[in-house]
């Protein structure tokens, strides 16, 4: 089944306690993001990539990081957390360089942090 | 500036009747057009898309309209179910196009039996 897979679904940690947040597609798909999605603010993008070893900051970066690897693999770093990131993370991913490939979401990521 | 918004937060509907949700985008660049359903528990799940060169684009059970003079998106859901009621985002991305999707802030669909 083609699928965004990301884990773990639930997470609660503690200020400054680093944590990744792993993102896989089995659909060969050349671009991926993450969003946080947060009430009345909607689905904000934090970072996105085109393509393997290419990744470029979105619209709420800070606090962040991303790498790409593998083709794969999307996992979304944070180094340090803070309350502040508390929120609602999707991975997503699509097929790169085609204005009308719609974006495939994973079922989200729900992170507290203390 | 960007910005994709909708017009009503929360859509009650009877079962059995057509829903129409609405979306205005301010992107004149704009030139694709994506509608999302998101369940509770769940990530947003593509329905229909519509690219700027079209009006009218029809589903399963949904049809996408696309007036670009008003710049006004609508999703028609023909004969909703009980299956139907969630959240609806609309979606944009602009013709230099980084992949980044522009979404509203959705409107919740409530299907009465």
């Known amino acids: 089944e083609a699928q965004v897979t990301q884990n773990p679904r639930y997470l609660i940690t503690v200020t400054g306690k680093k944590l990744t947040v792993t993102c896989s597609q089995n659909?060969?798909?050349?671009?991926m993001s993450w969003y946080r999605q947060d009430p009345g603010l909607g689905l904000r993008q934090i970072y996105y990539?085109?393509?393997?070893?290419?990744?470029d900051k979105g619209d709420v970066p800070e606090g962040y990081k991303v790498s790409r690897k593998e083709k794969r693999n999307f996992p979304l770093i944070l180094e340090s957390p803070s309350p502040n990131q508390t929120s609602l993370y999707f991975c997503?991913?699509?097929?790169?360089?085609?204005?009308?490939?719609?974006?495939?979401f994973g079922n989200g990521t729900r992170l507290t942090v203390t | 500036g960007e910005s994709v918004g909708l017009h009503l937060p929360t859509l009650s509907v009877q079962e059995g009747d057509n829903s129409i949700i609405n979306c205005a985008y301010s992107?004149?660049?704009?030139?694709?057009f994506i509608w999302y359903k998101q369940e509770s528990g769940k990530g947003p799940q593509f329905i229909i898309d519509?690219?700027?060169?079209?009006d009218k684009r029809q589903g399963q059970r949904v049809t996408v309209l696309l007036n670009k003079t008003v710049k006004h998106l609508s999703l028609q859901i023909a004969a909703t179910q009980p299956g139907d009621s969630a959240v609806y985002f609309c979606?944009?991305?602009?013709?230099?196009?980084?992949?980044?999707?522009?979404f509203g802030q959705g409107t919740t669909l409530q299907v009465k039996p």
């Open positions: 519509i690219r700027s060169n079209m």
């Open positions: 992107n004149s660049a704009s030139d694709y």
């Open positions: 659909m060969n798909h050349e671009y």
């Open positions: 990539s085109m393509n393997v070893e290419v990744t």
């Open positions: 979606a944009e991305r602009a013709r230099n196009n980084t992949g980044k999707l522009i």
């Open positions: 997503a991913s699509s097929l790169a360089n085609r204005v009308t490939s719609p974006l495939h």
